[in-house]
């Protein structure tokens, strides 16, 4: 059973900087790409930014490309989102996914993150 638990969210002013993590279980994380989406109020859930297996390829959203980096430790289960010089539109739940998980809507409970001065 795939199980996916994101911390590191909060109330942060604009310009400052969150690291999100989250401990993946349930399935191989080692050969899953990886994204991390967001859901902010009244929005659809969109893809922020996703990393490959193997390869390490990255690929993020024209919205938060410069300012975030998506890593992952395979060797622990983990992902990561550094996100610095944040903005109120980042205001949004925070959701990771192996990419194939989409479509079966696999996600978990989400952490959410709060820009505001």
């Known amino acids: 059973q795939v199980q996916l638990v994101e911390s590191g969210g909060g109330l942060v002013q604009p310009g400052e900087s969150l690291r999100l993590s989250c401990r993946a279980s349930g399935f191989f994380f080692r050969s899953s790409d990886m994204s991390w989406y967001r859901q902010a109020p009244g929005k659809e859930r969109e893809l922020v930014a996703s990393i490959a297996s193997l390869s390490g390829r990255r690929n993020y959203a024209a919205s938060v490309k410069g300012r975030f980096t998506i890593s992952r430790d395979d060797a622990d289960n983990t992902l990561y989102l550094q996100m610095t010089s944040l903005k109120p539109e980042d205001t949004a739940v925070y959701y990771c996914?192996?990419?194939?998980?989409?479509?079966?809507?696999?996600w978990g409970q989400g952490t959410q993150v709060t820009v505001s001065s």
């Open positions: 996914i192996p990419d194939w998980a989409v479509e079966f809507d696999q």
